[in-house]
């Protein structure tokens, strides 16, 4: 038994038909970015809700439904800030608080119908 050699194959296992390329992680964004690119898509919104030269296809819109779109969409930018601005911590207590004002939350249920 000692006159034979045993080998053991170091690192991972290669699969037949598979490129070696492996998986690359994303980068993580920064919070600045993130602002960034809420804003542009704001931005892109605005420009895309209200065509400057209304074609044959489409209808042009009332003055109060352009208030309305208007109004809509930023109701929407500070729904979306608001969300934002409280961080996991925040969100934990507030939610914490909120079960502690419930009565029923913590009590026992009743197992056993014989006593």
Excluded: C
């Excluded at 892109?44 to 809700?49: G, V």
């Excluded at 074609?55 to 800030?81: G, N, V, W």
Aim: charged share 45%; net charge positive; glycine share 2%.
């Amino acid at each position: 038994m000692e006159d034979e050699v045993y080998f053991a194959a170091k690192g991972s296992l290669k699969l037949k038909g598979v490129d070696d390329s492996g998986l690359k992680k994303k980068k993580k964004k920064k919070k600045k970015d993130i602002e960034k690119q809420m804003e542009a898509s704001i931005r892109r919104e605005a420009t895309t809700d209200y065509p400057d030269e209304p074609t044959s296809s489409t209808r042009t819109m009332t003055q109060a439904e352009h208030r309305f779109m208007e109004r809509r969409r930023k109701m929407e930018a500070e729904r979306i800030l608001k969300k934002a601005s409280k961080t996991h911590k925040e969100k934990v207590e507030d939610f914490n608080r909120h079960l502690d004002s419930l009565t029923e939350h913590f009590d026992i249920p009743k197992v056993s119908w014989t006593k």
